[in-house]
């Protein structure tokens, strides 16, 4: 298990940093934690140190965004939050995305947990305090 610390927003590109390189080799990760805990941001932080061309954003109505990177590799960004049933899951092609060799940022995995893949690995993501978070992986 890891531990990362965020006392401040500022030290949000170092624990992006960090937490890539700790995390080398996987590319399915789950996020968990509380409705405004940082989720949304926190992968904000890791596409911007992953190099996608676009500012990301949140994937709240939409479900799903996708980011091109420098080197054309792809970051797929989940919010399942709104969804009411796996049906509509895979609906969007999940499956697909989640074996694509792409990096896959899933948040609320706990709508889809049965079809969650194998090597997914889980993110949490605690309130500390109003600025402080802690990432456990």
Known sequence: MNQIIIDDIVQISLAAKDFIEK?????????YGEMGAGKTTFIKALCKELGAKDAATSPSFSIVNEYTCENNFKI???????????????????????YSDSFCFIEWPEKILSILPDDVLQVHINVLSSTKREIIF
């Open 23 to 31: 995390t080398k080799g996987l590319l399915n990760f789950a996020f």
């Open 76 to 98: 797929f960004h989940f919010d399942f939050y709104r969804i009411n049933n796996i049906e509509e899951a895979f609906d969007i092609g999940v499956e697909e995305h989640f």
